[in-house]
C-alpha cells in the first residue's frame, strides 16, 4: 500500500470517527425538525398495535368506524379542495388592494369579503396590511379583514357536515356583523376619523 493511500485512508477514518462522534448530535437535530403531527401518527400507530394485541375485535371495530368516517368524509375533501383551488387562483393579493381602494359601505364588504376568501398563513397577510395601513387603510378594516379570515368557503362542506347548515349560517352572520362593529368600535377606540 502506498503512502497515498494511507493518508487517504487515516483522514478518512478521522472523519468516520468524527461523524460517529457526532451522531447523537446529528440525532438530536434531526429529532427536532420532525414535525408533532408525525409524533401524533406515531402514537396513534402504537395505540392501534396495542389494541391489536390486546383486543382484536374492539380493534376491528375502530377500523371498521374509521373506514365508515373515511367514505363520507372523501367526497368533502374533494369539494374543498376544488374550493380552496378556484379562490386561490382568482383572490389574489392584487385583487384584495385593487377593490380597497373603494368608499364607504364598498370599503367594508370588500374587506370583509376579503377576509373570508384570503388564504395562505395569516403572518404573510402582514406586510400588505401594513403597506395598506400606509396607504390609508384604517385600523377599523384591518381588524375587520383579520376577523372575517375565520370564515372560511371552503370548510363550509365539513362544517355542514358535523354541525349543520343553519348553525353555520348563523355563525358565519354573527361573525360578520361582529367584525363590523369590532372595527367600527376599534377605530374609535384609535381615534380614527375616517
Known amino acids: 500500500m502506498n503512502l497515498k493511500n494511507k493518508l487517504h485512508r487515516s483522514v478518512y477514518n478521522r472523519k468516520g470517527c468524527e461523524n460517529l462522534q457526532a451522531g447523537p448530535k446529528l440525532w438530536s437535530k434531526k429529532a427536532k425538525n420532525i414535525s408533532s403531527s408525525w409524533y401524533f401518527l406515531i402514537i396513534v400507530i402504537l395505540i392501534y398495535l396495542i389494541l391489536f394485541i390486546l383486543n382484536q375485535n374492539l380493534f376491528l371495530q375502530s377500523l371498521n368506524f374509521f373506514y365508515k368516517i373515511i367514505l363520507k368524509i372523501i ?10 383551488a378556484i379562490s386561490n387562483y382568482f383572490i389574489t393579493p392584487k385583487f384584495i388592494i385593487k377593490h380597497l381602494k373603494e368608499k364607504g359601505i364598498k370599503k367594508w364588504f370588500f374587506v370583509i369579503v376579503g377576509g373570508i376568501l384570503s388564504a395562505g398563513p395569516i403572518y404573510m397577510w402582514y406586510p400588505l396590511l401594513g403597506d395598506l ?5 384604517n385600523y377599523g378594516l384591518i381588524a ?3 376577523y372575517n379570515r375565520a ?3 371552503p370548510l363550509f362542506p365539513i362544517a355542514i357536515f358535523y354541525f349543520g347548515l343553519k348553525y353555520i349560517l348563523i355563525l ?10 369590532q372595527g367600527i368600535l376599534l377605530n374609535k377606540l384609535m381615534g380614527v376619523k375616517k
Not at 367526497?75 to 376544488?82: C, E, L, T
Not at 395601513?133 to 387603510?137: D, E, H, Q, V
Not at 358565519?172 to 362593529?181: D, H, N, R
Request: hydrophobic fraction near 70%.
Open 133 to 137: 395601513k400606509n396607504k390609508g387603510l
Open 151 to 153: 370564515i372560511k368557503i
Open 75 to 84: 367526497p368533502i375533501f374533494a369539494i374543498v379542495f376544488i374550493l380552496m
Open 172 to 181: 358565519s352572520g354573527a361573525m360578520i356583523i361582529i367584525s363590523i362593529i
Open 144 to 146: 375587520c379583514f383579520l
